[in-house]
């Protein structure tokens, strides 16, 4: 099941948008004792443009476990069971430039991806109440719109503010260019 919830904010020339989301998944069928997780087309991920802005598609979570890919060496796309996840965005316009509508906006995503329970991610990749709160993940960022009015494209610039992966600390490794850029088209909420 899932649960969106959007409200705009409409002011004279600007817009305050908030977001939230909040989705889990249960394995069924297959075998005797059933699937463990969901198959990996209908599981939640994070990280992208329209979702965690300050990481990369697929790679936030699970929880506060740094989970890798131990044989290979390099990063698993991560996805999980449960997915919480909330944004607020102020826009407005900066004017325009040959007809095309020309805007930004300043944001802050928080939220993460968590399994039902441990299977093969590190301790604190499963969901728990005691702690889920501490391995939100937050980030900030600043954007750029082209609005041609039947479709927008958008040039995000996002830092991670804070990473459940890193402990709980917040601004760790906050410089210039260790930024995440996102184009995407349309409005992420």
């Known amino acids: ?29 297959r075998g005797n004792g059933g699937e463990e997780t969901l198959p990996f087309y209908k599981a939640f991920f994070a ?6 802005r300050g990481w ?14 131990t044989s290979g060496g390099g990063l698993l796309d991560r996805f999980g069971d449960i997915q919480l996840e909330g944004n607020v965005e ?12 020309l805007l930004s906006a300043v944001y802050v995503d928080a ?10 991610a590190d301790t ?3 969901f728990k109440f ?22 927008l494209i958008r040039f995000d610039y996002a830092y991670k503010l804070k990473q459940p992966e890193t402990g709980y600390d917040w601004f760790q ?11 995407g088209i349309g409005y992420p909420v």
């Open 111 to 120: 939220g993460n991806i968590w399994d039902r329970h441990i299977i093969q």
């Open 173 to 183: 490794d906050l410089k210039l260019f260790h930024g995440q850029f996102q184009l």
């Open 90 to 101: 102020y826009r407005f316009p900066l004017g325009s430039i040959l007809g095309v509508k």
């Open 124 to 126: 604190g990749s499963d």
């Open 56 to 69: 990369q598609v697929r790679r936030l979570g699970l929880g506060s476990s740094n989970f890798y890919d």
């Open 130 to 151: 005691n702690r889920f709160y501490n391995e939100i993940a937050v980030d900030g960022g600043t954007g750029l719109r082209l609005d041609f009015d039947l479709f």
């Open 47 to 52: 990280g992208g443009p329209n979702s965690m």
């Open 1 to 29: 099941g899932e649960v969106d919830y959007r409200h705009h904010i409409d002011y004279r020339r600007t817009q305050l948008a908030f977001h939230a989301y909040a989705g889990a998944g249960w394995a069924y069928g």
